[in-house]
């Protein structure tokens, strides 16, 4: 059974910065995109940014300029650095891959349980 394991959320100041990491526990055949997505309260869950296994990166027009994917294929990782943080950046943040479990399984979506982020005016 595959696992998403989100870290590095907390509380920073207006300006600051956090660094995010996502790791996959479980076997894991190969991944094609991992993502981040957030949801802050009472809005609707929205994409952060995402990297395919050739590197191309994409990125919601907020995070352009700010926010930095990168992920390692050898430990099934995945990172957010996100800097010059705003109020509204607080949200959970969850992780998200597209991959196979096994040669022979389907293309799902797997996803983390979340982790805070809270910035601070």
């Known amino acids: 059974q595959v696992q998403l394991v989100e870290s590095g959320g907390g509380l920073v100041q207006a300006g600051g910065s956090l660094r995010l990491s996502c790791a996959a526990s479980?076997?894991?055949?190969?991944?094609?995109?991992m993502a981040w997505y957030r949801q802050a309260p009472g809005k609707q869950r929205e994409l952060v940014a995402s990297?395919?296994?050739?590197?191309?990166?994409d990125y919601g027009e907020f995070a352009k300029g700010r926010f930095t994917i990168s992920r390692d294929n050898a430990w099934n990782t995945v990172y957010l650095q996100m800097n010059s943080l705003k109020p509204e950046d607080t949200a959970i943040y969850y992780c998200?891959?597209?991959?196979?479990?096994?040669?022979?399984?389907?293309?799902?979506?797997?996803w983390g349980r979340g982790t805070q982020v809270t910035v601070s005016s």
């Open positions: 990297i395919f296994s050739t590197g191309r990166a």
């Open positions: 479980g076997s894991i055949f190969r991944i094609n995109v």
């Open positions: 998200n891959f597209n991959a196979l479990y096994s040669s022979g399984s389907t293309w799902e979506d797997f």
